[in-house]
Nanobody
Framework: QLQASGGGFVQAGGSLNISCVVS????????MGWFRQAPQKEREFVGG???????KYEDSVRGRFTISRDNAKNTVYLQMNSLKPEDTAVYYC????????????????????WGQGTLVTVSS
């Protein structure tokens, strides 16, 4: 089970840190992804991290967003800086069992487990 939290309202240029707690299993067994879905748009990949810290980011967020994970706390974080109005969306964490050091799936169909989403609203 995945539980995302930490969303909220922020002005453009601000920052938010959202987290995703994995319960019922060991986070170190999974590759974790962050996705987002804006109104009337498809759910899109934001970034992801392998069990041992291999990262991948979407071009639109690279340099502004940072993913980290604490396997001991079964938690993955998405630090979002320099937020823009176009970052407004519901953000979802997702997990797929994997022992790979490099494979970070970029499509939603490659993830089996999903959190409920947390809303991030960025005002201009």
């Amino acid at each position: 089970q995945l539980q995302a939290s930490g969303g909220g309202f922020v002005q453009a240029g601000g920052s938010l840190n959202i987290s995703c707690v994995v319960s019922g299993d060991i986070l170190g067994s999974y590759v974790m992804g962050w996705f987002r879905q804006a109104p009337q748009k498809e759910r899109e990949f934001v970034g992801g991290v392998t069990w041992n810290g291999g990262f991948k980011y979407e071009d639109s967020v690279r340099g502004r967003f940072t993913i980290s994970r604490d396997n001991a706390k079964n938690t993955v974080y998405l630090q979002m800086n320099s937020l823009k109005p176009e970052d407004t969306a519901v953000y979802y964490c997702a997990a797929q069992r994997s022992g790979s050091s490099w494979w970070v799936p970029r499509t939603k169909n490659e993830y089996v487990h999903w959190g409920q989403g947390t809303l991030v609203t960025v005002s201009s």
